[in-house]
Antibody, heavy 121, light 107 residues
Framework: EVRLVESGGGLVQPGESLRLSCAAS????????MNWVRQASGTGLEWISYIGRGGGFIQIADSVKGRFTISRDNAKNSLFLQMSSLTAEDTAVYYCGRDHPGPGDGVSDYWGHGTLVTVSS | EIVLTQSPGTLSLSPGEGATLSCRASQSVTNNYLAWYQQKPGQAPRLLIYGASSRATGIPDRFSGSGSGTDFTLVISRLEPEDFAVYYCQQYGRPPLFGPGTKVEIK
């Protein structure tokens, strides 16, 4: 069974940093690209970042470029999102998603339950 | 950059009825890289359709996707009680982008 479990969310103050993790199991992690997607309360989905299977190809949304960094550790079946210079606009539930195999990047066929990040003073 | 528009914003229907949801792109979607997701309150999204018309694993055949270029459609042939949710389209060219969603609610 494919399982994705996010962790690392919490309450932080504006300007602070946070590192999210996503633990993967039930599939060969290194065979799949991965995504981060976020959703502010009561709003729609926003794709944040994509990382290729080996970590060599990365895409990141303009809204977080320069502040967020995606990475992965295939030996530990883990995906990460390093977030810095956080603002209230970054408050959201953050989901990791397994990228659907095949052409195209950024469509997630399995999702974690999400981790809530709240940026507030 | 592509902009996705979904219509209607809300669809009020009864179980057993059919639903037609639209997703329109401001420019042609590369290789029809268009997906549809279902999301229920408090849950993560669920992939329904990818490549505009291919059903994801385990998705019932009452869900079907069609379209190409800039106009795409998700049809739910007969609404089951569990189908009342928010539906998002997503283009997964570079960069990936979600539409604003259509809520399918019980009439």
């Amino acid at each position: 069974e494919v399982r994705l479990v996010e962790s690392g969310g919490g309450l932080v103050q504006p300007g602070e940093s946070l590192r999210l993790s996503c633990a993967a199991s039930g599939f060969i992690f290194s065979d799949y690209a991965m995504n981060w997607v976020r959703q502010a309360s009561g709003t729609g989905l926003e794709w944040i970042s994509y990382i290729g299977r080996g970590g060599g190809f990365i895409q990141i949304a303009d809204s977080v470029k320069g502040r967020f960094t995606i990475s992965r550790d295939n030996a530990k079946n883990s995906l990460f999102l390093q977030m810095s210079s956080l603002t209230a606009e970054d408050t959201a539930v953050y989901y990791c998603g397994r990228d659907h195999p095949g052409p195209g990047d950024g469509v997630s066929d399995y999702w974690g339950h999400g981790t809530l990040v709240t940026v507030s003073s | 950059e592509i902009v996705l528009t979904q219509s209607p914003g809300t669809l009020s229907l009864s179980p057993g009825e059919g639903a037609t949801l639209s997703c329109r792109a401001s420019q042609s979607v590369t290789n029809n890289y268009l997906a549809w997701y279902q999301q229920k309150p408090g849950q993560a999204p669920r992939l329904l359709i990818y490549g505009a018309s291919s059903r994801a694993t385990g998705i019932p055949d009452r869900f079907s996707g069609s379209g190409s270029g800039t106009d795409f459609t998700l049809v739910i042939s007969r609404l089951e009680p569990e189908d009342f949710a928010v539906y998002y389209c997503q283009q997964y060219g570079r960069p990936p982008l979600f539409g604003p969603g259509t809520k399918v609610e019980i009439k």
